[in-house]
């Protein structure tokens, strides 16, 4: 039960990141979601929710790793 709720918690910043590749792309290609009234407001918030998503899964898996001690010396607490 508790692998579920690691797999939840790490499934939903994995789909806020998606979604925030999605805006990037589809600035690129100048198409404008409805909630955003600029392209570039658009970008900035799909970089931010890209960013946060990574973030946050590679803390969550930096943080598992470190208490199986399989990070660097440097890492360890």
Known sequence: MIRIFALIILLIPGVLAAF??????????????APFPYLWLQFLVGL?????GLAFVAGFIFHRDRKRNKVQTKFKK
């Open 20 to 33: 925030g590749i999605k805006l990037m792309r589809d600035m690129t290609f100048g198409i404008l979601q």
């Open 48 to 52: 931010l929710l890209f960013i946060g």
